[in-house]
């Protein structure tokens, strides 16, 4: 059974597999030719696998298949997959994702950030809104939704709830502990930058936050979650 492990980037995906891993003993592949995060912060710490057959294969499979996805909700998934879709207040992400693009590589922050809202892109990753909206704006009780800050707040009982909500047969192992915030920082502390909800706050200028919000697609999906203006 293929489980998809779904999420705008920046939104917790890593510590989300990082749990999986630690608590579940479970993996988790990428759609993707290259793990670029495990790649970077080390594939046991992740619980990189290789994916092991095509798509159709894992969906047929008996065993548990965890599939990591940033991109928006087209093929190869399905409806009536299961997924785990993360979601995060937008202006975190959109700030999140712009000082790892500028650490990466180079560039202003800003327009980083003003990239990033204005991503037209029908496929891929596309822009926050269309992302969170090709998951969740058409619901299927096939997917559970786990919120940033229940994740950083309380990642067991978060994660167990969302896991027994897919109806998935897994057991936490004897003694599972997840690394605190602080020794993910000494891992890598430009990967595992502040790790807080609210970092808009202090970091999106009010110019580009009004353009975040003149986004149609954001203010559907912001308001959809919960996030109001």
């Known amino acids: 059974m293929i489980t998809w492990v779904a999420s705008y980037p920046r939104s917790g995906n890593t510590f989300l597999r990082i749990v999986l891993r630690r608590v579940y003993e479970l993996e988790t592949a990428v759609v993707y030719d290259v793990d670029g995060v495990a790649e970077r912060i080390g594939k046991a710490l992740v619980g990189y696998r290789d994916l092991a057959a095509d798509y159709e294969e894992l969906r047929s499979s008996p065993e548990l298949h965890l599939v990591k996805t940033h991109n928006q909700r087209r093929d190869p998934v399905q409806k009536g997959d299961p997924a785990i879709c993360l979601v995060r207040d937008g202006r975190d992400s959109i700030v999140s994702y712009a000082r790892l693009r500028v650490e990466e590589c180079g560039g202003r922050f800003e327009d980083e950030v003003r990239a990033a809202i204005l ?45 027994d ?46 353009l975040f919000w003149s986004v149609p697609d954001n203010r559907a999906a912001m308001e959809l979650l919960g996030y109001l203006p």
Do not use: C, I, M
């Open 119 to 163: 991503r037209p892109a029908e496929s891929g990753v596309g822009g926050w809104g269309r992302n969170v909206l090709s998951w969740l704006a058409d619901p299927d009780p096939a997917h559970a939704v786990l919120r940033y800050e229940d994740l950083v707040a309380s990642p067991l009982t978060s994660v167990g709830a969302t896991l």
């Open 165 to 210: 909500r897919l109806g998935l047969d897994v057991k936490p192992a004897d003694d599972a502990t997840v690394p605190t915030f602080a020794e993910l920082q000494r891992t890598d502390s430009g990967f595992f930058r502040r790790g807080r909800t609210g970092s808009h706050r202090d970091e999106l200028p009010d110019e580009l936050h009004e």
